[in-house]
């Protein structure tokens, strides 16, 4: 009896690699939010595809990729992916790039989860360098009350349970991360993102 063919490799994927390979969020600043700084999911998931990266997909319109690669991701990736995001779409926009363990370890550590009963209320603002605690001032809490924030190793958390807009969250404290790239997405999106990463991780 003839043997059968094998199936066809994953779209983006080279045939017969297996070799374990990390996998990888990004996540865009400010890009399809009104009308500026518009970026097509194909043209951003061309920009990641050429920059060398397989299984690549989107989610969403915000500016959330997942992908794998079998290259060592050195320092240079991001400023890659930026130039050819620029060179692609025309869009100037940061990106942060986070092994798929760094994603989990983020959502992990997420103390706010209990407090939350709305998803798209419940914000984790990603950083690009671990913050320095010390250093950085909580507005108070009573003032804040009932919304509720929170500082992890490499994210800021947040609940408003009057709304994002509604935030009483004065814009100083954030700047407080500068020159870090903070970028937030809801509870939703993130539990999303986890979600698509885990069957492309084939780390041991």
């Known amino acids: 009896m003839a043997a059968a063919d094998p199936e066809p490799a994953p779209a983006g994927s080279p045939a017969g690699v297996e070799d374990a390979v990390p996998a990888y969020a990004a996540l865009l600043r400010g890009v399809n939010v009104g009308k500026a700084k518009r970026v097509s999911m194909p043209d951003l998931r061309a920009v990641f595809t050429s920059c060398g990266f397989l299984d690549v997909a989107t989610l969403l319109q915000s500016g959330?990729?997942?992908?794998?690669?079998?290259?060592?991701?050195?320092?240079?990736?991001?400023?890659?992916?930026?130039?050819?995001?620029?060179?692609?779409?025309?869009?100037?926009?940061?990106?942060?790039?986070?092994?798929?363990?760094?994603?989990?370890?983020?959502?992990?550590?997420?103390?706010?989860?209990?407090?939350a009963s709305d998803d798209s209320r419940l914000?984790?603002?990603?950083?690009?360098?671990?913050?320095?605690?010390?250093?950085?001032?909580?507005?108070?809490?009573?003032?804040?009350?009932?919304?509720?924030?929170?500082?992890?190793?490499?994210?800021?958390?947040?609940?408003?349970?009057?709304g994002v807009l509604q935030s009483k969250v004065p814009p100083a404290f954030w700047r407080q991360f500068a020159p870090a790239v903070v970028t937030g997405r809801n509870w939703r999106t993130v539990t999303k993102l986890l979600a698509m990463l885990e069957p492309l991780d084939r780390v041991a």
């Open 123 to 162: 914000v984790v603002s990603f950083l690009s360098a671990p913050p320095d605690s010390a250093q950085v001032a909580l507005p108070d809490a009573d003032r804040l009350a009932p919304e509720a924030l929170a500082i992890g190793t490499r994210a800021v958390y947040q609940w408003c349970p009057d």
């Open 64 to 115: 959330n990729v997942v992908g794998t690669t079998p290259d060592a991701v050195g320092a240079g990736a991001v400023e890659r992916l930026e130039a050819e995001l620029l060179r692609r779409t025309g869009v100037s926009a940061s990106i942060l790039l986070l092994a798929a363990g760094e994603v989990r370890t983020v959502a992990t550590e997420n103390p706010l989860v209990a407090r």
